[in-house]
């Protein structure tokens, strides 16, 4: 099992923060280029640039202040530097290649708009029940949370399906698909044994009665 002690630190500064910040503007404006340059002006081009600027504006909102915690060393270099950009990377020639209908459009949008939904409210819901007093040292097991374990992961995956899906190039389903494994076989179970650790007297039951990360499925 990875070591899971950055979970314990809690932020005293900005520091790292501010560096997740430049990274992901930078991250942006070759990203908002490249659509520029290779995709065709149009929907499709507007939806995409869309997209990115809205999940990297999400990305920051959690970095400064949904996450109580210091962000780990492996956000602010392969996540944000490596994997993000390998993404919009593959996204991007396919949409230089595929110009999708507009019902498969507006179907993407759904998708991204639901997705992002499940991710960010899931957590400032847990946001605002671990703000309470007598909430302090419980497990969060309510809202979007009651649906499944990580919920929010299963809106990342959603998400990203459907950026993915508004390039218009099949193959770029390997980003949501390589993402929900990793999710699944790497970091829930990475998560959960910090969890399970944590939250002694809530994590038993919880774990018996919601799925994982599928509502109703996995």
Not at 50 to 64: D, E, G, K, P, Q
Not at 96 to 118: D, K, M
Request: aromatic share 16%; hydrophobic share 50%; net charge positive.
């Amino acid at each position: 099992m990875a070591d899971q002690s950055f979970r314990l630190v809690e932020r005293r500064s900005m520091f790292r923060a501010n560096i997740f910040l430049l990274e992901c503007a930078a991250v942006l404006a070759l990203q908002l280029a490249a659509l520029q340059r290779y995709v065709a002006p149009g929907p499709q081009q507007r939806l995409l640039a869309v997209f990115a600027a809205v999940y990297m504006a999400r990305l920051n909102i959690m970095a400064r202040w949904l996450l109580p915690r210091e962000l780990a060393t492996e956000e602010l270099t392969i996540v944000a530097l490596v994997w993000v950009p390998m993404i919009l990377a593959s996204y991007t020639y396919g949409a230089a290649l595929h110009q999708p209908e507009s019902a498969q459009l507006l179907a993407a949008a759904a998708a991204y708009v639901g997705g992002s939904f499940l991710n960010s409210f899931s957590e400032l819901q847990r946001k605002w029940w671990k703000a309470r007093p007598e909430n302090k040292g419980r497990c969060f097991t309510l809202g979007l949370f009651s649906l499944a374990r990580n919920i929010n992961y299963f809106g990342d995956v959603v998400l990203f399906g459907g950026w993915a899906l508004a390039t218009g190039a099949w193959w770029n389903a390997w980003a949501p698909v390589t993402m929900f494994l990793s999710f699944h076989f790497y970091h829930v179970p990475d998560k959960e044994a910090y969890l399970a650790k944590r939250y002694e007297k809530d994590w038993p039951a919880y774990r018996a009665s919601t799925k994982s990360m599928i509502p109703w499925v996995l």
